[in-house]
């Protein structure tokens, strides 16, 4: 910009005039004009000259030669104004007094006022235009001529000073820069100060006076908060933490290099190849020996007797080619076994397998579980003790009482008994006149009454063991006034009634359908009763001490096969022939519904604990539920060839047991953990035989000891074994 100024500032060309002097007649006054300011600038021609020559020295200390520059510059001068006389006179003038004016002004030389006035408009608002703006008159500005590419690259090659020129697409025009401003260029790209007299390193002013000062500025102490952690940081962190934690941040992983190969490697050695199946090459042909050769030596042809011989020999030892000598390859015949080959080569190539399978070496016992050793889990039933004897037919239900001295019995003869356990004797006998299904004790040592399932009836029944104290509370809990029916009300008749039996000195329950089962609460007042056929009313709930009876104020989904009480909450379970639903009794809400995946279940049995228990079914499936875990089994375990007829847990012993219809009862151990991250521990222990078959059932029930680890079974073969732990 500052060499263009000094150019301005040179006197005027006298081609310059002479173009001038052909102008039209309405230009004569323009041209008037700028004769009287060029004579006002001759004033100046030698302050211009000095600004010359400095100019000049400062281009030959750059290297290039002041001429070309002052030629080039002229010829330019000259071509402008050439272009401002086409657009008028007085636009030639005024521009021109304008760099006469430029020395007198304030302003830096740096500065020109732009040509065009447009302002802010887009230039290709004006593409489709002979003009590219206006100038400060309002005249139009047009568009130069542009050079072909040709032309303009041979005028860059020969202009040295091609590299300062930039073209100012806003004035349509070329600009070329000042040493100045290529200087504040390179600095601005160093990211240094663009002006000269910046100083980037100023010497250092020290605000606080120092003399005489025998204090610092401040003797307050160091405040807590310099010692204590940011909370802020803290808060920060845990912010971090959860969104990584959420996945809103993740984490670039570390870009998996290559690994190294062999470059010179065959195919056929490479096993594996990168995100392909295994590569396996095909089978290969033995190559040709000199047997197969049209004309072989002497030694490899048989004679007569070799070849007779060959006939004698079995198809597999037998050589599959016999050479022959030709003279010619001429007097070779066809092959005969080549379709042959042809044909078993290509199921070589499409049998052959793709894939290659590696064979895992994996020994057997290795992948059986770690039990602990039987021995360490003892004490539990392993022979048989006492059989007791007495009943004529197939031995259906027992039951141990609280105190475990007694056992009571049921038969299909009609019978039931009670006998002394550490003996065998039979102390009592009742004739019911039907088949049992079902006999239960009541849990409470005091209280010595008899649960007892015959057909629709369930008959309870004083034992008549215990002192007179105990003997009248239990005929007071056998009284019954008149004839009661349970408390429903509405059109259906009563689903159970409450009667006297005379004949058996007790009470008679009679229900509307078949009962299956009893099964009595830990504080032996309540019990239920499953009735299979009973629709809604398959499972009733009885109060003993108020002769009470009601039916579940729930909707059973299924048939139902057994219930129980849970053995210390007020939670009832009830097992259909799929499911197993989970009451509580005071909420009268449904817990949960464990799914056995069984065709059918056939019993049911709770941990002591509450939290376990263990269903099984008609298949020989048992299966172990872990309620806080999940609603499916925790372990199905597939021990009995048939039928399950009864699962049960001990009370104090980590044992539990079940009898089906192949004579057989297994004993597992089952260590319940209180630690919750600990599965229960499940070991078979021991099976139990002894039992014959009859009829096709084998042991039909089977029982615990409440104290000792003790099973009682009862079987199909009228009798009933104890098994001990010696």
């Given at each position: 910009?500052?060499e263009?100024d ?5 006197p005027?060309p006298s ?8 102008s ?21 021609s ?20 002041a001429?070309?520059?002052s ?23 005024d ?5 006469v004016?430029?020395?007198e002004?304030d302003s ?5 006022a732009?040509?065009n006035?447009?302002?802010?408009v887009?230039l ?7 003009h ?7 005249k ?8 072909d590419?040709?032309?303009?690259f ?11 020129k ?15 401003e ?7 790209m160093?990211n ?12 250092y ?16 102490p160091?405040?807590k ?11 920060k962190?845990?912010?971090?933490v ?6 809103s941040i993740?984490?670039?992983k570390p870009k ?18 990168a995100n392909h199946l295994?590569y396996?090459p095909?089978p290969?042909?033995?190559l ?12 490899y042809i ?14 597999e030892?037998?050589?599959k ?18 379709m042959?080959?042809?044909f078993?080569?290509?199921l070589?190539?499409?049998l ?5 399978r590696?064979?895992?070496n ?18 539990y ?15 259906t ?31 009592r ?15 409470l040592?005091?209280?010595?009454i ?26 007071e ?12 009300t ?7 009634s409450?009667?006297?039996d ?16 009893v099964e ?35 909707k059973?989904?299924g ?6 009480f ?12 799929k ?9 009268r809400?449904l ?6 995946g069984?065709?059918e ?7 002591p604990?509450?939290?376990n ?16 875990l ?9 021990c ?6 009864n699962?049960?847990f001990?009370?104090?012993y ?7 219809d ?19 521990l499940?070991?078979?222990?021991e ?19 409440p ?7 009862a ?12």
């Amino acid at each position: 910009m500052v060499e263009l100024d000094n150019q301005k500032e040179e006197p005027i060309p006298s081609d310059y005039n002479e173009d001038s002097d052909d102008s039209d007649s309405t230009q004569h006054s323009d041209e008037s004009d700028f004769e009287d300011s060029s004579a006002d600038k001759d004033g100046d021609s030698s302050s211009g000259s000095s600004d010359s020559d400095s100019d000049s020295k400062s281009e030959l200390e750059d290297g290039s030669p002041a001429q070309d520059n002052s030629g080039d510059s002229e010829d330019a001068e000259s071509q402008d104004e050439d272009d401002v006389k086409s657009e008028g006179g007085s636009e030639g003038s005024d521009i021109h007094q304008e760099g006469v004016g430029g020395d007198e002004s304030d302003s830096s030389e740096d500065e020109v006022a732009p040509r065009n006035t447009i302002g802010e408009v887009p230039l290709k608002w004006y593409e489709d235009e002979p003009h590219i703006g206006y100038d400060i008159k309002g005249k139009k500005i047009k568009k130069k001529e542009k050079e072909d590419k040709l032309g303009s690259f041979l005028a860059n090659v020969d202009d040295s000073k091609n590299w300062r020129k930039i073209y100012d697409e806003y004035n349509d025009e070329v600009v070329e820069l000042t040493k100045d401003e290529i200087k504040i260029v390179r600095k601005l790209m160093k990211n240094q100060a663009p002006h000269t007299d910046f100083d980037p390193y100023p010497t250092y002013v020290d605000w606080f006076k120092w003399d005489g000062a025998k204090h610092p500025l401040s003797n307050a102490p160091e405040p807590k908060r310099r010692f204590i952690p940011s909370k802020w940081e803290a808060k920060k962190v845990v912010q971090y933490v959860r969104a990584i934690r959420n996945g809103s941040i993740t984490f670039d992983k570390p870009k998996e290099e290559d690994d190294a190969y062999l470059l010179w490697e065959d195919d056929s050695g490479l096993t594996e190849k990168a995100n392909h199946l295994a590569y396996v090459p095909a089978p290969k042909q033995k190559l040709p020996g000199h047997d197969e050769s049209y004309n072989p030596p002497l030694e490899y042809i048989p004679t007569q007797e070799e070849i007779n011989s060959y006939q004698l020999m079995y198809e597999e030892d037998r050589p599959k080619f016999i050479p022959k000598r030709f003279t010619s390859m001429r007097s070779i015949p066809a092959y005969e076994n080549a379709m042959k080959e042809s044909f078993e080569r290509c199921l070589d190539l499409y049998l052959c397998p793709r894939v290659r399978r590696k064979r895992l070496n994996i020994d057997p016992e290795s992948l059986k579980p770690k039990l602990p050793n039987k021995k360490e889990l003892k004490p539990y039933p392993i022979t048989c003790y006492i059989e007791y004897k007495g009943h004529e037919g197939a031995v259906t239900s027992i039951s141990v009482e609280a105190s475990g001295q007694w056992m009571a019995s049921g038969s299909s003869d009609g019978t039931v008994r009670v006998w002394e356990v550490e003996t065998g004797r039979c102390l009592r006998r009742w004739e019911i006149g039907e088949a049992v299904n079902c006999v239960t004790w009541n849990p409470l040592p005091d209280i010595h009454i008899l649960a007892v399932s015959v057909g629709q009836d369930v008959l309870l029944l004083n034992t008549g063991l215990g002192d007179e104290e105990e003997q009248q509370r239990i005929k007071e809990l056998l009284l019954v006034d008149s004839p009661k029916a349970s408390e429903e009300t509405g059109k259906k008749a009563p689903s159970v009634s409450w009667l006297k039996d005379d004949k058996h000195d007790g009470i008679r329950l009679r229900h509307l359908k078949t009962v299956t089962s009893v099964e009595w609460h830990r504080k032996g007042d309540y019990f239920s009763t499953v009735m299979p056929a009973g629709e809604s009313r398959s499972v009733l709930i009885h109060q003993l001490s108020k002769k009470l009876s009601q039916k579940l104020p729930f909707k059973l989904h299924g048939l139902a096969v057994r219930s129980t009480f849970h053995p210390s909450r007020s939670i009832f379970f009830i097992c259909t022939k799929k499911t197993v639903r989970v009451y509580d009794l005071l909420k009268r809400k449904l817990i949960k519904t464990l799914y056995t995946g069984l065709k059918e279940a056939s019993s049911i049995a709770v941990h002591p604990g509450g939290d376990n228990l263990i269903v099984g079914s008609k298949e020989g499936k048992l299966c172990w539920f872990d309620m806080d875990l999940s609603a499916k089994p925790y372990k199905t375990l597939k021990c009995h060839p048939k039928d399950i007829n009864n699962v049960v847990f001990h009370r104090s012993y980590p044992l539990f047991a079940s009898c089906s219809d192949d004579s057989t009862a297994y004993v597992f151990h089952g260590m319940v953990y209180s630690d919750l991250n600990q599965n229960p521990l499940i070991v078979p222990l021991e099976i139990l035989r002894g039992h014959a078959n009859s009829n096709g059932r084998g042991i039909l029930d089977c029982k615990f000891h409440p104290r000792q680890p003790w099973l009682f079974t009862a079987g199909a073969d009228k009798l009933i074994k104890l098994y001990c732990h010696y």
